[in-house]
């Protein structure tokens, strides 16, 4: 139904920034909120950002301030720029879309980006 890919994960110098895409295929018009997670090794997945349709923007308040969500409905994209990296901000980064079905929401997950950052 929606396929998610990320792309812009990589290895960052501690204050440096980086940029996570990620672009939506299939049923997108029934997504109405979208999101990035985030998941370090031994840690769960944890919320990073989220964005509604209407660009309403909500953060986890780790990133509050160095993080910024953001779309381009044109392009099916949603974007993450990470300014002010910190090592603890090393993770697997993860888009998800919710994806509504009459009354039923359905999270969807790309497959991941990986950032690492070095003090």
């Known amino acids: 139904q929606v396929q998610l890919v990320e792309s812009g994960g990589g290895l960052v110098q501690a204050g440096g920034s980086l940029r996570l895409s990620c672009a939506a295929s299939?049923?997108?018009?029934?997504?109405?909120?979208m999101g990035w997670y985030r998941q370090a090794p031994g840690k769960q997945r944890e919320l990073v950002a989220t964005?509604?349709?209407?660009?309403?923007?909500n953060y986890a308040d780790s990133v509050k301030g160095r993080f910024t969500i953001s779309r381009d409905n044109a392009k099916n994209t949603v974007y993450l720029q990470m300014n002010s990296l910190k090592p603890e901000d090393t993770a697997v980064y993860y888009c998800?879309?919710?994806?509504?079905?009459?009354?039923?929401?359905?999270?969807?997950w790309g497959q991941g980006t990986q950032v690492i950052v070095y003090p």
């Open positions: 998800n879309a919710d994806h509504q079905q009459w009354d039923q929401v359905t999270k969807y």
């Open positions: 299939g049923s997108i018009f029934r997504i109405n909120a």
């Open positions: 964005i509604t349709s209407g660009s309403m923007t």
